[in-house]
C-alpha cells in the first residue's frame, strides 16, 4: 500500500527543537524528490521545503531558512524535517508529501500523508 | 517570489450548478499551475495538474484550463461531495505557492 506516516510532532516551547519523520512505503522512495507542506490552523497551505531524490539539492520557504533542515534517508525509505528556534507562528499541522514523477522535480504534491500536528506554545 | 491569488474565496452553489474557480499569478508560470482539493481535516488531494490534465480517478466534470497567469478550475455539474476548499499552486520555481484556497459549499 502506498503510503507516507508523519510522526513526532507535539506541543513545544519557543525556541526549542523538534524532529519530524515521514516514514513512506509502496513506492521505491529514493526515486521521487519529498517536499514538507505545513498548514496552521484554520488557513491555508504553506510550502516549507523540498529534497531531491537522491538528497543532493535542498530548497527552503524564507520563514524557515536557517531554522528547519530537510533530510532523508533512502535505506530506511524516511524523510526527516529538523526544526530548531521554533517560534508561535510555526504551529500547524505539517504534512508530507511526494512529488509527482520519479526522477523529475514537478513540484506538484501526488500523494500526501496525513498529517502531524505541531503548537509552539510557552 | 510568485504570489497567488484565487477569486471568489468562497461561494455558495446548488446541485447541478457549473462553478468555477480562477487562480491568478503574479507573473507567467506557463502552464506549472496544480489544483487541490482539501476536505475538513484531511489532507489535500491533488485533482489536475499541468493546468488542465486531469488525475486518474477524478471525475470529468472537473477540468482545468488556462495558460500563463490566469486560470480556471471548472466543475460542470455540481455535486454534494464537491464541498470542500481548492487550492491553486505554482510548481514554476521555488518557492513553491499556493493561492488562500477557495471555499465551495452547497446551498
Known amino acids: 500500500q502506498v503510503q507516507l506516516v508523519e510522526s513526532g510532532g507535539g506541543v513545544v516551547q519557543p525556541g526549542r527543537s523538534l524532529r519530524l519523520s515521514c516514514a513512506t512505503s509502496g513506492f521505491t522512495f529514493g526515486s521521487y524528490a519529498m517536499h514538507w507542506v505545513r498548514q496552521a490552523p484554520g488557513k491555508g497551505l504553506e510550502w516549507v521545503a523540498v529534497?531531491?531524490?537522491?538528497?543532493?539539492?535542498?530548497y527552503y520557504a524564507d520563514s524557515v531558512k536557517g531554522r528547519f533542515t530537510i533530510s532523508r534517508d533512502n535505506l530506511k525509505n524516511t524523510l526527516y524535517l529538523q526544526m530548531d528556534s521554533l517560534r508561535a507562528d510555526d504551529t500547524a499541522v505539517y504534512y508530507c508529501?511526494?512529488?509527482?514523477?520519479?526522477?523529475?522535480?514537478?513540484?506538484?504534491?501526488?500523494?500526501w500523508g496525513r498529517g502531524t500536528l505541531v503548537s509552539v506554545s510557552s | 517570489d510568485i504570489q497567488m491569488t484565487q477569486s471568489p474565496s468562497s461561494l455558495s452553489a446548488s446541485v447541478g450548478d457549473r462553478v468555477t474557480i480562477t487562480c491568478r499569478a503574479s507573473?507567467?508560470?506557463?502552464?506549472?499551475l496544480n489544483w487541490y482539493q482539501q476536505k475538513p481535516g484531511k489532507a489535500p488531494e491533488l485533482l489536475i495538474y499541468t493546468a488542465s490534465i486531469l488525475r486518474s480517478g477524478v471525475p470529468p466534470r472537473l477540468s482545468g484550463s488556462g495558460s500563463g497567469t490566469e486560470f480556471n478550475l471548472t466543475i460542470s455539474s455540481l455535486q454534494p461531495e464537491d464541498s470542500a476548499t481548492y487550492f491553486c499552486?505554482?510548481?514554476?520555481?521555488?518557492?513553491?505557492?499556493f493561492g488562500p484556497g477557495t471555499r465551495l459549499e452547497m446551498k
Open positions: 529534497i531531491s531524490f537522491d538528497g543532493s539539492h535542498k
Open positions: 508529501a511526494r512529488d509527482s514523477i520519479a526522477g523529475h522535480d514537478t513540484w506538484c504534491f501526488d500523494l
Open positions: 507573473q507567467s508560470i506557463n502552464t506549472f
Open positions: 499552486q505554482q510548481g514554476y520555481t521555488t518557492p513553491i505557492t
